[in-house]
């Protein structure tokens, strides 16, 4: 019977980016009091807390997409995590900056830049809010090609609104925007999505019950869950798109 082959060793630079890694999710950490394993692999779409935790403990070592995802996850540049593998994404045609930079109203959209329709739809993150104009407002944000497709999102698909209530930290705060893909409506399980709600818009993570039915969970603990039947929710609810990032003070002011 053929044994699996040994893991290599880390090299000492690896090491050192397992160290400087684990660091900055120890401070995300401690900043977003509720943040587990579980949460980055979800959010990174590395996969299981047990393959984050592989990437923590230094069993496997960082790759460039793997880096790139926890970087924008934890709110770090890559060469705080790893500078060896972000003098890789310098050295391409594209700058791997923070994907979001701010342009005057009317001024030319940098190359490798696509701007971003926002709108004054104010997605509820708290116990209701009823707003019933969607209103594209004069100054969109302007996202870097790049990571749309690392992320998977089409332009055209992109939406970013505005966080209203403390439901959902520590991981979305009152008055952050998110960027929302409009195309990816499907419910997954443990996922965040925008949703109408009858006259009321909300930002919520979705359980979807072997019956139909869904249930709203808050990330915020002192929030109950909603169970909602498959009968009122084909009535009541329509999935506005999934949460894809985020923007803002994150509980910082």
């Not at 701007?115 to 302007?142: D, F, K, M, V």
Request: some cysteine.
């Amino acid at each position: 019977m053929e044994k699996n082959p040994k893991r290599r060793e880390l090299t000492a630079n690896e090491l050192q980016d397992v160290a400087r890694l684990k660091a900055a999710w120890l401070a995300y950490k401690d900043r977003n009091e509720g943040a587990t394993q579980e949460w980055l692999g979800r959010e990174t779409g590395i996969g299981s807390q047990g393959a984050v935790g592989q990437y923590l403990r230094g069993v496997i070592p960082l790759n460039l997409p793997a880096l790139l995802s926890f970087a924008r996850v934890l709110g770090v540049k890559p060469s705080d995590i790893s500078p060896t593998l972000a003098s890789l994404v310098r050295a391409s045609d594209e700058s791997p900056g923070t994907p979001i930079i701010p342009i005057e109203s009317g001024a030319e959209t940098p190359d490798g830049y696509v701007a971003i329709p926002r709108y004054n739809l104010q997605c509820e993150a708290g116990n209701g809010h009823i707003q019933w104009e969607i209103e594209r407002e004069s100054e969109p944000h302007t996202y870097s090609l790049r990571f749309l497709r690392e992320m998977g999102i089409k332009p055209e698909n992109a939406r970013r609104v505005k966080i209203v209530g403390d439901s959902m930290e520590p991981h979305l705060y009152d008055g952050e925007s998110v960027l929302i893909d409009c195309a990816d409506v499907a419910i997954r399980d443990g996922k965040v999505y925008a949703l109408r709600y009858g006259d009321g818009f909300r930002v919520k993570r979705i359980l979807k019950k072997y019956d139909g039915s869904l249930v709203l969970v808050s990330d915020n603990k002192k929030y109950p869950e909603e169970t909602i039947s498959a009968e009122q929710a084909a009535q009541f609810i329509t999935i506005l798109g999934r949460v894809r990032d985020r923007s803002g003070s994150g509980g910082l002011e």
